[in-house]
Structure formats: C-alpha cells, structure tokens
C-alpha cells in the first residue's frame, strides 16, 4: 500500500525542492536522541517559518460558512494572558471543546487552525475554543502546557456547568493528553473526552514506525529532532509525561479518548501503543487509522477525503461523549 496519488505527487515535489536546496551536502544518519537544548535559528528564518506554517489552510471566509460565527478573545489568568479564537456552531450548543493547534511546539496558531476547527465546531455541535499557546523557542517546556493549563481552567470557571473537552493535532495532541491526565486531579469530571489527531506520546521511547517512516514523509527523523532540540532545555525533559503522556505512571480515569493516526507517519505506532494503554488502565479508548495518509493530513482536509473523514469522526465521538 502507498499514500494517495495525489499525497505522493506532494512528496515527490517536496524531496525535489530538498535535494536542490541540499545539493552537494553530505548525506549521513541522523541521531535517534535529539541535540537538546538544539541550536536557536535566527529571529528572521524563525518569522519566516511562521509566517510560510501559520497560513491557513483554507480560506477563513470560506471556511467559516459552516458555523454561526467566531471571535478573538482574551483569556487572562493571575500573571497571563492568551490570545483565543471561539468558533460557535449553528443550532444547540451541547459543550466546549479546547483545541491545541500542533506545529511541532515552534510554529501554526489560530490562523492556521482556523479552518479545521470550524470544521470541528460543525461536526460536534461544541463551542471550540483554539488557543494560541507560546512557542519554543523563545518558550521553553513546559510553558505550552501551562498556557493549555491556564486556558483549560479558564474555561471550566467561565461555563462552571458545561462538559468540556480537548482537542488537538500533532503536538497539539500531546498538550490534550497532557492536559487530560493534568484535569482528572485538578478538574474532577470536568473533561468528557480527549481527540488526539496524530500525536507524539512516547517521547524517547522510538517505536518501529519512526524507522519505517523517518524520510521521506514530510515529518521526518531530523525534523522531529530539531522540534526537540527547540522545545525542550534537558534531556531529562523527554522522560517528562507532559512532554510524553504515555510515560506516565497511572492512566486510570481518564476521560473517554479517540486516536487517529496515518500510515505514513512516523508517530503512527505512538497513538495505537497509547489507546492499548489506556484500554488496560480501564479506559475507554478508540483507534482510528488512515493507512494512506501522512502526518499532518487534517491541513488538507478542503481536498483529501480522509481528511474530512476524520474530522467527522472526531466531531461525532465528541458530540456523543458531551451529549452523554
């Protein structure tokens, strides 16, 4: 089996443009455990980055037709502030659902996101509340997680009767399942459910799928190393459950979880590894897999079908758990 036509036809394009870029570079391995804390790219490369990611991935105006509307707002806690972007559906409001943007910890926001979460909105009938977290490098592990924190417990003291959930993508997914064992003590059955699209969960703990797929597939071996090297300030950090949810020592209790993961992405064996987890700690856990795509797929989602699909299924297992 292969990734889609039209997904191998992106891959090709991008392992072009990387060869001419690294003409005449000599090729070797790539180190398993990341150079941490890595070396910090320049302000101007890092603005550049950011503002290549931080596109949306479908127009915002088009986009937004599929819910009642959405609005910037500010959620302050003791010392902090946050940038969030709210997305009401049409018809009944039946929750609230935080979402995590991913972006390897150093890049996307709101902007980017944008689409996927008024897909989301739609799908579950939940309010979606995007946040935009501080990055790496300039902030370190664990600061993402602290913003997720203080947005969370923003949320549930604003809508002290509403059932919640989290949400997220990528790195995004990491923050959600950190962010759900974090609530099982400091909100006792506030969370409802966690969607974790794609995430990384065991952090130094390299399960096959990170060899099978470590070129090739747009998130790479070298590209989730460089992710390291800029999030995290010690190597004992990667063994940190908010960095590595599945490390952490007791999994009971946990709110109901859906994973999804790709094919073709070198983190796809992380999120099945996570939901056996959680199935033996008690909890309810579903798996769902898209053995044609790669990492990332929810960003094409205006023309992969896939992409569609699994944010359906997400938004349903979320309107089915906050109903519930």
């Avoid at 302050?76 to 972007?85: E, I, M, P, Q, Y």
């Amino acid at each position: 089996m292969k990734p889609t036509f039209l997904l191998r036809v992106v891959l090709c394009v991008m392992a072009w443009r990387q060869r001419d870029r690294s003409r005449g570079a000599v090729d070797g391995a790539h180190p398993v455990i990341p150079e941490v804390p890595g070396p910090v790219p320049s302000a101007v490369a890092l603005r550049d980055l950011r503002r290549a990611m931080g596109r949306p991935c479908f127009p915002v105006w088009l986009s937004s037709l599929s819910v009642r509307r959405w609005t910037d707002v500010v959620l302050s806690g003791d010392d902090s502030a946050l940038t969030a972007r709210v997305f009401r559906p049409k018809g009944r409001v039946r929750g609230v659902v935080l979402f995590l943007h991913g972006g390897g910890f150093v890049h996307c926001g709101i902007r980017s996101h944008h689409g996927i979460c008024c897909r989301l909105a739609a799908e579950s009938g939940a309010l979606v509340v995007s946040v935009d977290y501080r990055l790496a490098p300039e902030h370190r592990f664990p600061a993402a997680m602290d913003d997720a924190r203080l947005a969370l417990t923003w949320v549930a003291q604003a809508l002290p009767d509403v059932p919640l959930a989290v949400a997220g993508d990528s790195a995004g997914g990491t923050l959600s399942a950190g962010l759900a064992q974090w609530a099982r003590e400091a909100l006792p059955g506030r969370v409802k459910a966690q969607v974790l699209f794609y995430p990384a969960l065991t952090g130094p703990i390299a399960p096959s799928s990170r060899f099978l797929f470590a070129r090739g597939y747009m998130l790479t071996e070298e590209v989730m190393n460089w992710y390291c090297g800029q999030t995290l300030s010690q190597y004992r950090e990667l063994f940190d459950p908010r960095f590595a949810p599945a490390l952490a020592d007791n999994l009971e209790g946990l709110p109901p979880a859906l994973t999804v993961t790709a094919g073709f992405d070198p983190l796809r064996d992380e999120g099945g590894m996570y939901t056996r987890l959680l199935r033996q700690s008690g909890v309810e856990a579903r798996h769902v897999h898209y053995p044609r795509m790669i990492h990332g797929f929810l960003n094409g989602y205006s023309f992969l079908k896939d992409g569609q699909r699994a944010l359906h299924v997400g938004g349903m297992f979320l309107r089915d758990m906050l109903r519930g």
